[in-house]
């Protein structure tokens, strides 16, 4: 199974958490991150994304069907990502667009084996793999892509 985490882009600030919308910067940095992803895209991807404006700003980049899940909003915990995601016996591939510290956290459970407060960066894509090597499970880190490499906006 590949496992890839997509940050939503910068979004503004406000109070109203699940209305933020993207930034100019923000859907720039979605946009990149989109055509990257569109050369490079598993076959029998899923795509999920938390139920906030920001985050269905980022997956809509991608100019591809996906399904909104509510588990994955701001407040999510990895055990929430990994049932959304179907970890480990999904066949194929998702994609899951959305929130800190929640993305992180996953991300740290999987390839560290505990949860720690790692940072994926707003717009950025860590990408995981799933295999078994001489009968062991193994997460495996594919890549990781920064939108700001993408565009031009260090």
Request: hydrophobic letters at 45%; aromatic letters at 6%.
């Amino acid at each position: 199974m590949d496992l890839l985490l997509w940050r939503h882009a910068e979004a503004e600030e406000g109070d109203n958490d699940f209305e933020r919308a993207l930034t100019g910067r923000g859907e720039k940095q979605a946009r990149a991150m989109a055509r990257w992803l569109q050369q490079n895209l598993p076959r029998h991807l899923r795509i999920v994304v938390s139920p906030t404006v920001r985050t269905q700003q980022t997956a809509a980049a991608l100019d591809l069907p996906f399904e909104t899940e509510r588990r994955i909003g701001p407040d999510a915990l990895s055990s929430d990502l990994m049932a959304a995601a179907g970890w480990p016996a999904t066949r194929g591939a998702v994609l899951l667009v959305g929130h800190q510290p929640g993305l992180g956290q996953l991300a740290s459970l999987l390839l560290a084996g505990q949860e720690s407060e790692w940072t994926i960066k707003k717009g950025a894509l860590w990408w995981l793999s799933r295999r078994i090597r001489e009968g062991e499970p193994q997460t495996v880190l594919r890549t990781v892509v920064s939108p700001d490499f993408l565009v031009g906006m260090k």
